[in-house]
């Protein structure tokens, strides 16, 4: 019997649950955050010194959801792929450093493991650099790098201006050949005084939905800070009112831990809360169920980064090399309401499953080419060298982006 069938692990996980999974297994990335320059309307924390305001916008993503143990999909007692909905969108890029091109995996959830995936030719190739550096005991070639990387949708509350996308080189506008129109991004302006779109009088409107991709570290300390905000009570609005009872089974409703009384070092606490947990009661292996108290009305309920304007920016990692950065929390207003000045079009999420679908793979060989013949190789396609589900380490492999 495969590990993981009759786990029924189906139940629902809260949010601090959702992003944790997110990030089961991945790699030990020595980047920061950021991207390549590949898709427009793409969201950065300021690294100026500057901080934005923002407030993240959920959606609602079917995801399959993975057996680690198995390396397969989990399934319901028919057989059917149990699938969760994820507020955010989990994505493979891969960035060739020499074509300095770059695209979206296409080898899907199972890819991870040796001989899984769906067919992807940027992985085909990141595979063959891994596989000949291991050959060659070198730190060469290492032109593809690979980036597991999280994408929620942000408002970003300031001002934004439409401004005519110019050649970076020539300074010309970029026209649409169709409509002979120059093509337009909406671009945010500064808050203060003396800003250069204002003063060029282009178009200008309050807040702008952007995406926001996070590589590894930044996504930890996204959640991190997500699981400090679920101790202020979004019913009625107070801070620091909420307090953690016990963690319950969410089938047959047993207090599994009662924080009161618990004896499991803070470590293990952790793993209980964030991970699948066997229920000593009926036995069934789940994510638990918080049970809390607020201290201030009668049907407390744990507020989630989605109750709160975010105030964000980065700042460049202390002796890091290239320009890699953290991310930092100046504070979290609320929680409250979005406010008023931004309509209905700006509280909706944008389509991040379109935005960052796979590339198709004969774009992929027309980015990077056909990957060589590979003595070495066994067959196994995509995700080959991995082993076990593990990452190759990436000591070697330049990380870019900001
Ligand atoms: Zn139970
Ligand atoms: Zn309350």
């Known amino acids: 019997m495969a590990f993981g069938k009759d786990r029924a692990a189906i139940g629902k996980m ?6 944790k999974r997110g990030t089961k297994r991945a790699p030990k990335s020595s980047g920061g955050g950021g991207g390549a320059p590949y898709f427009v309307n793409k969201y950065q924390p300021p690294d100026s010194g500057a901080s934005d305001i923002i407030r993240v916008i959920p959606g609602s993503y079917p ?24 507020s955010y969108i989990k994505y493979v890029e891969y960035y060739h450093a020499v074509k300095n091109r770059s695209c979206i995996g296409s080898e899907g959830p199972l890819g991870e493991f040796k001989g899984k995936g769906q067919p992807c030719v940027a992985a085909d190739w990141y595979w063959y650099e891994w596989r000949l550096r291991k050959a060659n005991n070198s730190e060469k070639p290492n032109a593809m790098a690979r980036r597991e990387k999280f994408a929620f949708t942000v408002l970003v509350q300031a001002p934004f201006y439409k401004v005519p996308r110019t050649d970076r080189q020539t300074g010309q506008l970029i026209m649409n050949q169709v409509t002979n129109e120059p093509y337009y991004d909406w671009l945010k302006g500064s808050k203060r005084g003396n800003d250069e779109y204002a003063s060029a009088g282009y178009e200008r409107k309050e807040g702008h939905l952007q995406h926001w991709s996070l590589g ?7 959640t991190e ?21 016990a963690l319950i089974c969410q089938h047959c409703g047993d207090a599994i831990v009662e924080f009161d009384s618990t004896s499991l070092t803070d470590e293990e606490l952790e793993k209980v809360r964030n991970e699948p947990t066997a229920c000593s009661s009926c036995g069934v292996v789940d994510y638990l169920e918080d049970m809390i108290r607020c201290n201030s009305c009668g049907h407390g309920e744990q507020a989630t980064l989605f109750d709160f304007d975010i105030e964000v920016k980065r700042v460049k990692t202390a002796g890091a090399e ?3 950065t953290t991310l930092q929390f100046l504070r979290a207003i609320g929680p409250r309401q979005i406010d008023k000045v931004y309509g209905d079009d700006l509280r909706k999420p944008l389509p991040l499953d379109k935005i960052f679908a796979p590339t198709p793979i004969d774009r992929q060989i027309e980015l990077f080419g056909n990957v060589p013949e590979d003595p070495q190789a ?9 082993g076990s589900g593990r990452q190759p380490s990436t000591k070697g492999a330049r990380s870019y982006g900001s």
């Open 14 to 19: 809260n949010l601090r649950q959702e992003m």
């Open 378 to 386: 066994n067959g196994q396609g995509s995700g080959g060298g991995g």
């Open 63 to 86: 995801t399959p959801r993975v057996d680690l143990d198995a390396k397969d999909y989990v399934r319901d007692k028919n057989g059917n792929i149990v699938v969760d909905n994820f």
């Open 225 to 245: 800070y997500t699981d400090s905000l679920a101790r202020h009570c979004r019913a009625c609005s107070t801070q620091d009112s909420i307090e953690q009872v």
């Open 322 to 324: 290239g320009n890699q």
């Open 216 to 222: 590894y570290g930044h996504w930890s300390s996204l």
